[in-house]
């Protein structure tokens, strides 16, 4: 991969900057995948963390300099072809898990509330079945399967609301890190609850001032 770089139109990534020259470097990557950079006998010269250089090996964080001022951005040099496809691929993952974790706590939590309100229903018929055995000699028993008849309702509406009170809390805490999660890998727009495959078929970011390629043609 060669990426020509400088002011002139016609290079793969314009510099569009007074002293950069019209074919100034090229960034590539050798036969081992390492970057670097190489300057095309330039006016101003190309310089690596303020060291002017001919040729050098670089790493994305290191900073570039073509001519006096213009600082290359490498990562986006990078991606002179606005091709994000594979970070677009990763959403793929990030989507699926949403919804996955949203279905999770829907379903867990509903089983939860209805088990804390059913319960206390059940505990009373138990002790029912109970005083049915024993009979009404035994008083403490009676007056026990008394007041759970009569509290015990109430204690389980109680906790199945708490339960329930506990769903939105954790679904908002998801739908918060989807939101971050979520997003076009070059602009960060959040792409809202689409499922990734529709969004894979509109192919890039309907943004005008990204564009940037979701998927190869």
Known sequence: MIIRIGKAEDND???????????????????NGALFIEDLNSTNGTFVNDNRIIKKKITSSDSVRLGSHYILNVREALKFDNDYSEEFAILKSVYNDYIKEKIRIQSSNQFKTR???????????????????????????????????????????????????????????????????????????????????????????????????????
């Open 13 to 31: 990534y314009v510099a569009d900057d007074a002293y950069v020259s019209r074919y100034h470097a090229r960034l590539g990557q050798d036969d």
């Open 115 to 217: 088990l804390f309100q059913s319960l206390p229903f059940a505990m009373t018929g138990v002790m029912g079945l109970v005083i049915a055995f024993f009979g009404r000699r035994s008083q403490g028993i009676f007056i026990i399967s008394l007041l759970l008849a009569i509290c015990a309702p109430t204690i389980g509406i109680y906790f199945g609301a708490r339960q329930s009170a506990k769903i939105p809390e954790l679904l908002q805490y998801l739908a918060n890190k989807f939101k971050i999660d979520y997003v076009c890998p070059k602009c960060g727009a959040f792409l809202g609850e689409v499922p990734w495959e529709s969004l894979a078929n509109k192919k890039q970011c309907p943004a005008t001032n990204c564009r940037a390629k979701w998927v190869r043609k």
